[in-house]
């Protein structure tokens, strides 16, 4: 890196504000400094921050997997600022390079130019440097006819720095407790925020399952998923990153799909992008058979059943959401109808996850 492209700016930030934080921590824990209501109130604004991220700037902005209610949005692009990660403008756009050019060079945080890199180093350099494109407006022009949003990037420092310091300071003072507001539930929490964020970009790209695709290098992870709110089971959003979902089972830790679930349920959000359950377990399917040495071909043909139900119930469904439109009576029908399909294609996903587990094992037999 030439000394030229450097962003004195944020590189100073990033650097000597985990300093900053943990001399904080020192001070506040030698001389017994913390307020209660100071650390609930540094507990809110890492969620409401960390989830203005996940549940606003990534999957609202950055892939629209839901809509939400105009106050919502306001919301998000409010606490959203206070992560301290630009604009909803320049993360959406950097955001939806990713995954257009995942793992490439022209990937804003590819994981191939290293873990450092890809977690923090990519921040380092001016945009139009190093794989890190300049902002185009056409690639974001949906988020740019928003007023609130443009507001929110035209005046991105002023906007991004009360929301992270001042706004917590204020709060605080309502028990006299400024500068806790400031370094506690700003500094610290930011920090912590970053950091979070960052392991989505590193930590998901380097450890863990790939269930659904190994065509690129995010994979699923628990750990990360506690320490993103949700985001970790990576691999499953980049094969489908439209979907509102990031763990898509019931026990999968995804705090950002309960919060956009309860959202819809209180009518703030609507449209809710899932995709298609045959669709995720063929997915899986192939996956596993991909990594077969031999056999492929007999598998291909019992892939057949498989295919079967899985389009009895895409057409299953598709008439259940006419019914359901329309407000016909068969509507109930056929949604029990769907849930038996559901079953039955369950029950035909098991059937060939063990032929091609049989078909592994004869093959390291041979
Ligand atoms: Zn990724
Ligand atoms: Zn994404």
Redesign the pocket.
């Known amino acids: 890196m030439k000394l030229k492209d450097f962003r004195w700016s944020t590189g100073l930030f990033l650097i000597l504000s985990p300093l900053g934080a943990i001399a904080t921590l020192a001070y506040y824990f030698y001389y017994d400094a913390f307020q209660w209501q100071t650390v609930a109130l540094a507990v809110f604004m890492t969620f409401a921050t960390g989830m203005g991220i996940t549940v606003g700037y ?1 999957r609202l902005f ?2 629209k997997s839901y809509e939400a209610a105009a106050p919502i949005r306001w919301l998000l692009t409010f606490f959203g600022a206070g992560a301290l990660e630009k604009s909803v403008i320049e993360w959406s756009h950097d ?1 939806r390079n990713h ?1 257009r050019f995942v793992d490439t060079d022209q990937d804003p945080y590819s994981i191939n130019k290293g873990f450092f890199h890809a977690h923090i180093g990519w921040l380092f350099v001016k945009r139009g440097t190093n794989g890190r494109a300049k902002v185009d407006i056409n690639q974001v022009k949906d988020l740019w006819a928003d007023p609130f949003i443009r507001f929110q990037h035209n005046y991105y420092t002023a906007f991004g720095l009360f929301v992270c310091f001042l706004f917590p300071g204020l709060v605080a003072l309502a028990w006299g407790d400024f500068w806790g507001g400031v370094l506690i539930a700003g500094l610290v929490r930011v920090v912590f925020v970053h950091h979070g964020t960052f392991c989505i970009n590193s930590v998901a790209h380097t450890w863990g399952k790939q269930p659904y695709s190994n065509r690129h290098s995010a994979r699923d992870s628990a750990l990360a998923a506690v320490l993103t709110y949700g985001e970790g089971y990576h691999n499953y ?1 980049h094969e489908f ?1 439209v979907d509102y979902r990031n763990g898509i089972r019931a026990w999968q830790y995804d705090p950002s799909k309960w919060m956009i679930w309860t959202l819809s349920k209180l009518g703030l959000a609507r449209n809710l992008i899932r995709i298609p359950d045959e669709k995720i377990l063929e997915s899986k399917l192939e996956m596993k058979a991909s990594q077969l040495k031999s056999g492929k071909e007999a598998l291909e043909q019992a892939m057949e059943d498989f295919n079967t139900v899985a389009g009895e119930m895409k057409q299953t469904r598709k008439a259940y959401i006419k019914a359901q439109k329309e407000k016909a009576p068969v509507a109930s029908e056929l949604r029990s109808t769907l849930k038996r399909k559901r079953k039955a294609l369950l029950a035909a996903y098991k059937n060939q996850k063990s032929r091609i587990r049989e078909a592994s094992r004869s093959a390291a037999v041979a």
């Open positions: 990534h950055s892939h955001h995954h959003h990153p």
